[in-house]
T-cell receptor, first 113, second 114 residues
Framework: KAGVTQTPRYLIKTRGQQVTLSCSPI?????VSWYQQTPGQGLQFLFE???????NKGNFPGRFSGRQFSNSRSEMNVSTLELGDSALYLC????????????FGNGTRLTVT | GQQLNQSPQSMFIQEGEDVSMNCTSSSIFNTWLWYKQDPGEGPVLLIA?????ELTSNGRLTAQFGITRKDSFLNISASIPSDVGIYFC??????????????FGKGTKLTVNP
């Protein structure tokens, strides 16, 4: 089974721009979560999607948004980029069984200059 | 919200030594997870614990779910250079809406000197 795939691996953007990151979950997984990882704050939960609906949301400003498609693939968008948005953005998927753990992709490294 | 306190923050050890790290919470968790992250990659699940008192092994790794359900330990025996990385504990936090999100400790960075 292929793992969670995230594209692109690296991105460099300038302040004020917007960015879209993509995630393909493990086949059969319908839940996709996004996390932001920075050296100072660690892994912070952004949101979770299940069957094209946002099921859960973390404490991030409205500039951070996401969506999920009918094939469970997910995208997250960050508008009006700020320097502090530089981070590793991780996508994770999980199965439908109770207590299924999260499986992570290798992330997209976003640098905002 | 729930926070996980992970310690130590970093460890520098010699190859062959045993390693121990732990995670504590002010709240009860029903599941404890341990992940490892290599440089440039996403976290990979090492061990999942679902029952208080449970002791589970995965090769040289052993993890325990504390009896109080507020802590967990991860031990690595006879460390090797490829054990280098950042180890995270994690547990599910039930939100007001009834769904779950995973909260993570800040990680333990392990360096193994050959």
């Amino acid at each position: 089974k292929a793992g969670v795939t995230q594209t692109p691996r690296y991105l460099i953007k300038t302040r004020g721009q917007q960015v879209t990151l993509s995630c393909s979950p493990i086949s059969g997984h319908r839940s996709v979560s996004w996390y932001q990882q920075t050296p100072g704050q660690g892994l912070q939960f952004l949101f979770e999607y299940f069957s094209e609906t946002q099921r859960n949301k973390g404490n991030f400003p409205g500039r951070f948004s996401g969506r999920q498609f009918s094939n469970s693939r997910s995208e997250m968008n960050v508008s009006t980029l700020e320097l502090g948005d530089s981070a590793l953005y991780l996508c994770a998927s999980r199965g439908s069984m109770f207590n299924s753990p999260l499986h992570f992709g290798n992330g997209t490294r976003l640098t905002v200059t | 919200g729930q926070q996980l306190n992970q310690s130590p923050q970093s460890m520098f050890i010699q190859e062959g030594e045993d390693v121990s790290m732990n995670c504590t919470s002010s709240s009860i968790f029903n599941t404890w997870l341990w992940y490892k992250q290599d440089p440039g990659e996403g976290p990979v699940l090492l061990i999942a614990l679902y029952k208080a008192g449970e002791l589970t092994s995965n090769g040289r790794l052993t993890a325990q779910f504390g009896i109080t359900r507020k802590d967990s330990f991860l031990n690595i025996s006879a460390s090797i250079p490829s054990d280098v990385g950042i180890y995270f504990c994690a547990g599910p936090h039930l939100t007001q809406g009834g769904s779950e999100k995973l909260v993570f400790g800040k990680g333990t960075k392990l360096t193994v000197n050959p």
